[in-house]
């Protein structure tokens, strides 16, 4: 993240945000079939034991086969063991894609069908990935992104005989058509294209997960890329905090009219000596004030109905899909069109409120988390609901923004997915002047709908009188 501000004349001043995923660290691991190179990077991400620590098999980017080669496949006279196999350039992609802190879809291979399946496998926010396959370190272009190269060194006898074991466990082949693939184009194919691929690692590993040194070694520099991604990371928010701490609030920050009502709710709501089924009580009211005056930022196109009466009333309905299955006339053809998303957990004490204004909303999750011992926040799960980046709005629901971190991470996510800017809204019920102009430097096309801007930075303590825990 850059802490310089930048913009348009007379536009909105927006800043850089790299969140701790970006620029994902790639490490490579190389070597011939059965060589315990899927074993060895298994091992590393287990001794790491961390979330955003990811292996990506290249063998998921087997490409498909004609009915011809199909047909030579199940006679096992089809060569998977040559660089011709491999989709290199969709490999390429993903790696791209995940570089720059995109979310990627990785096909889906059948060995058993030879095809690619249809549906695939989202990877998205992975500090480092670990990339594994027998070209790994093959094509220029890839090998020109990874952080760090391996090479899985075994006896070619060991290989055999693990492949053997693997194939007619996993992959539903016989003894002899393995052993017809070794000779046919495994082993002449390790010559040529796989041995070769020594000259590219900086590690050579011998002896698989047994070699336990070389492990803690790769382990070891993984974590201190880790730990540089987080210090620059805490570094940034820094800086920018510095840099927004005297600005005033944006015109999008939509603060609920301090109502004597309002003010009553808030006081209630800040009393600690509130029971805690009066705190949810007034706060699920609160919430539903705030969803409400969310919504005003959704599109509305003109109607006209006809009342109980016979008597015509020109208004507004939300501008949403029409319902195939609902009559026009009812008003009810048109769907808002409105997802929500959660920050877990102090996000679900908003969403009664969220129900009391769209009963049917579709709702994501994620799973933010601050690092106490850094005071980073960490990205640790993410739900999104289907094709959510074509919806009219997606309100981002966390009752309490402090710092903004959290918030600055939410966002991201979302535009990462496809969901443009200004049709965010993000809801809160405390939100912290520093943390509101952090956000809104980076994105100054989202809403702010809050009910009270506070100017120190507070610990949380809403999701805990709510949820009494």
């Not at 310089?4 to 970006?22: E, T, V």
């Not at 490579?28 to 060895?40: D, P, Q, R």
């Not at 820094?238 to 927004?244: D, E, R, T, Y």
């Not at 809801?427 to 100017?455: A, C, H, M, W």
Request: glycine share 6%.
């Amino acid at each position: 993240m850059a802490s310089d501000r930048m913009g348009s004349i007379g536009g909105p001043q927006r800043a850089h945000y790299s969140p701790p995923w970006a620029n994902t660290s790639i490490i490579g691991v190389a070597g011939s079939s059965g060589s315990g190179k899927t074993s060895l990077a298994m091992a590393i991400v287990s001794s790491l034991n961390l979330p955003w620590v990811v292996v990506l098999s290249m063998d998921s980017y087997y490409r498909p086969l004609t009915p011809e080669q199909s047909e030579k496949a199940y006679r096992n006279e089809y060569d998977f063991d040559s660089p011709e196999a491999i989709d290199f350039d969709a490999l390429l992609q993903t790696l791209r894609d995940l570089k720059q802190g995109k979310k990627a879809d990785i096909p889906v291979y059948s060995f058993e069908k030879h095809q690619r399946e249809t549906k695939t496998i989202p990877i998205y926010s992975p500090h480092v990935l670990v990339v594994e396959g027998i070209f790994a370190l093959y094509d220029p272009r890839v090998v020109e992104l990874m952080d760090m190269r391996i090479y899985a060194e075994a006896d070619l006898d060991v290989c055999l005989a693990r492949r053997i074991t693997r194939d007619v466990r996993d992959r539903g082949r016989d003894i002899e058509g393995c052993i017809k693939q070794w000779f046919s184009f495994v082993k002449p194919n390790y010559n040529r294209f796989v041995e070769p691929q020594r000259v590219n690692a900086d590690i050579i590993v011998p002896r698989s997960i047994e070699n336990r040194v070389a492990i803690d070694m790769v382990v070891q520099h993984i974590q201190r890329i880790l730990t540089q991604k987080s210090q620059k990371h805490q570094d940034d928010l820094h800086k920018l905090g510095i840099a927004v701490k005297d600005e005033p609030l944006s015109p999008n920050v939509l603060l609920l009219k301090q109502t004597p009502q309002i003010v009553a709710m808030s006081t209630i709501l800040q009393n600690p000596s509130t029971h805690q089924v009066d705190f949810v009580f007034y706060f699920d009211r609160l919430t539903t004030l705030l969803i409400t005056r969310a919504m005003e930022n959704m599109r509305y196109r003109e109607a006209t109905v006809t009342t109980p009466h016979g008597n015509t009333y020109h208004g507004l309905l939300p501008a949403g899909e029409v319902r195939s299955d609902v009559p026009e006339s009812t008003g009810l053809a048109y769907a808002p069109q409105v997802s929500a998303v959660v920050i877990l957990r102090a996000g679900s004490s908003m969403e009664t409120g969220l129900k009391r204004v769209i009963p049917d909303c579709r709702t994501g999750r994620l799973l933010i988390q601050t690092n106490y011992r850094t005071g980073e926040p960490e990205l640790h799960y993410q739900k999104l609901p289907e094709k959510i980046d074509q919806d009219e709005g997606v309100l981002l629901l966390d009752p309490q923004m402090s710092s903004g971190g959290a918030a600055l991470m939410a966002v991201k996510v979302l535009v990462d997915h496809g969901i443009p800017e200004e049709k965010i809204t993000f809801v809160t019920y405390f939100g912290g002047r520093l943390g509101i102009n952090r956000l809104l430097t980076v994105f100054p096309d989202i809403k702010v709908v809050v009910s009270q801007v506070v100017e120190d930075v507070e610990e949380r303590w809403i999701a805990d009188r709510y949820f009494g825990c």
